[in-house]
């Protein structure tokens, strides 16, 4: 076999796998879409052939969940709580891991360590304190309280440190040489070589935040106050659900997100290679 024909070969063979896996992980999301065509009959029928609706496209199941919650303040209140936790989280953490990146003072490994013992541990840990802030300070219902878990975060803290870290030295003594202040090489000289860094902490902290259930669920009970995933919860019976709308209100939920990510496609792709994480 010829090296030409062993390339091919081997090309097909990666294509026919990378396919197989994209197709592997599309089905969950087409499921979703059909079964939201779908009468809460067909939705559970043990049929494996039954995919696509027998009796016609209903599209009611989307009207009566839209009817039964605001979808609009849904939006609203995820995509505030989306953007002020990626404004808190990026302006946090690229402050502190400046700091622990470049400068020196007292403690600032021992402080570190502090900063990394919070990611080895579980964050449900930190709820009831967490609650008992929001509680006594009577911020519960408001996007105060969404924001709270996701205003400072650890990884981001240490995501930048490493980001100010790799840069050389040079740079920041020529600044200092010019006469700038550590504020001005901040500003100026650093921050915005880091610009990878802080995009690779935003997309983070807005799936994170998108995808929270639980805070929500525990500081924003009322419907007009809380997201689209604690909403979409509620959907969920106890004994029994509706399957063709619960699967409705999901379409309905991933509509924000799939907006910013094909406006922020380049974005979202050049933040995850950068930071060599996954999704």
Known sequence: MSWTVKKNLTSTLIHAVLIIGSLAMLLPFAWMVLTAFKTRSESISVNPFYIFPAAGWHFENFIEVWNSYNFLVLYKNTLIMIFLRVL????????????FGRLKFPFKNFFFAMILVQMMVPGQIYI?????????????????????????????????????????VSLEEAAELDGANVWQRFLFVMLPLTRSSLVSLGIFTALFAYKDLMWPMIVCPKTNATTLTAALSRLQGQFSSNYPQLMA?????VVPMLVLYLIFQKQFVEGIATSGGKL
């Open 249 to 253: 209100g999901a379409v309905m939920a």
């Open 128 to 168: 009831i304190p967490q609650y008992l802030i929001v509680s006594r300070f009577h911020l519960m219902n408001t996007q105060l309280a969404l924001l709270l878990p996701g205003a400072v975060t650890a990884f981001g803290t240490y995501l930048c440190k490493q980001g100010y870290q790799s840069l050389p």
């Open 88 to 99: 808190c989280a990026c302006l946090t953490a690229t402050l502190a891991g400046y700091a």
